[in-house]
């Protein structure tokens, strides 16, 4: 059999799944269920202190923050009164909750993932006994009130869509899988879809035309960085985020300035250090709104709390 290039192409075009990235940068035809184009998304709320202070820091700014990724040290860490506090607060703000079960960072005695060479292994979960503890640690979440959850594992994200599917976890229930499962493109991005997953984070370094790529093949909404801490890359993209938010509609955006995502989330990081920089994250937020309708004015972030949210149940 002749290997045919074109073949190829005409081959992934029947799977739904470009050839090539998309150098023609197309509008995006789609967006929220509001009819908005981008969304707000601010990660590092550890505690009901950090919550407050995000709070406080968007009320102040009048930005919209419109999804909260709490807990990114583990949810493990916060005591059943402080997830359902953390729950409410958000709640009442109109902001939706994900949180990340268990502590995922590589504190087991599993440390392959955190050498030189283990770390092209990925996050992955360790075990039926780290598999059933993240799961014991999303039902304690669940019985907290909150409906939004990061999946760095497949295989978790496949048995909590049918779990979902089975009426054993809430019906509204959002699952958000992490750059960490390390995705960036349209087949991807259409796998994680047919797993059931409602949202992805694609690796932070994706250009514009392999946004416009994925949004060809798949209607999953996308987390993209427009910020990133020095140890993955460093880089600021404020600038470029009208641009991905026209061919990627719809698409959240994400800041995690600082040194490293193992410095920021060690469990003994203070919460005066976390108040600091989740007002910084909501202050480039303004900023980053105000750049895109510069640059775009009929790109439309959500106003504050769209009714599509999986907002925390209290």
């Known amino acids: 059999m002749r290997f045919d290039v074109r073949g190829l192409e005409a081959a992934l075009t029947k799977l739904g799944i470009p050839g090539g990235e998309?150098?023609?940068l197309p509008d995006s035809q789609a967006s929220f269920p509001d009819g908005c184009h981008y969304r707000i998304e601010i990660a590092g709320v550890e505690s009901v202190a950090t919550m407050e202070a995000m709070l406080d820091e968007m009320?102040?700014?009048?930005?919209?923050?419109?999804?909260?990724?709490?807990?990114?040290?583990?949810?493990?860490?916060?005591?059943?009164d402080e997830l359902r506090g953390l729950a409410s607060m958000a709640r009442d703000a109109g902001v939706e909750v994900i949180a990340n079960p268990s502590q995922s960072r590589g504190w087991d005695t599993g440390r392959q993932i955190v050498t030189?060479?283990?770390?092209?292994s990925g996050m992955r979960i360790r075990g039926a006994e780290g598999f059933r503890y993240v799961l014991c640690d999303i039902f304690r979440c669940l019985e907290a009130g909150i409906r939004g959850f990061l999946v760095v594992d497949?295989?978790?994200?496949?048995a909590l869509n049918q779990l979902r599917l089975a009426g054993d976890i809430p019906p509204e229930t959002v699952f958000k899988v992490s750059v960490f499962a390390g995705h960036a493109s349209p087949a991807g991005a259409k796998l994680l879809e047919q797993l059931g997953a409602n949202t992805f984070n694609p690796l932070a370094d994706v250009t514009v035309p392999m946004i416009a790529s994925i949004?060809?093949?798949?209607?999953?909404?996308?987390d993209v960085y427009v910020e990133l801490v020095d140890a993955m890359g460093g880089f600021v993209r404020l600038w470029e985020a009208a641009e991905m938010a026209r061919v990627g509609a719809p698409v959240y955006f994400k800041f995690e300035p600082g040194e490293s995502e193992g410095a920021i989330y060690k469990p003994w990081a203070d919460?005066?250090?976390h108040t600091r920089l989740v007002r910084t994250k909501v202050k480039h937020a303004e900023i980053?709104?105000?750049?895109?309708?510069?640059?775009?004015?009929?790109?439309?972030?959500?106003?504050?709390?769209?009714?599509?949210?999986a907002l925390p149940v209290v």
Request: no cysteine; aromatic share 2%; net charge positive.
């Open 271 to 273: 919460d005066a250090f």
């Open 59 to 80: 009320t102040r700014r009048k930005v919209p923050v419109h999804r909260a990724i709490t807990t990114v040290g583990g949810s493990t860490l916060l005591t059943m």
């Open 215 to 222: 949004r060809a093949a798949a209607d999953i909404v996308m």
């Open 288 to 309: 980053l709104i105000e750049l895109v309708n510069r640059l775009n004015p009929n790109l439309k972030v959500s106003p504050q709390g769209p009714a599509d949210l």
């Open 22 to 24: 998309r150098y023609d």
């Open 154 to 158: 497949e295989g978790l994200l496949a």
């Open 116 to 120: 030189k060479e283990g770390l092209v």
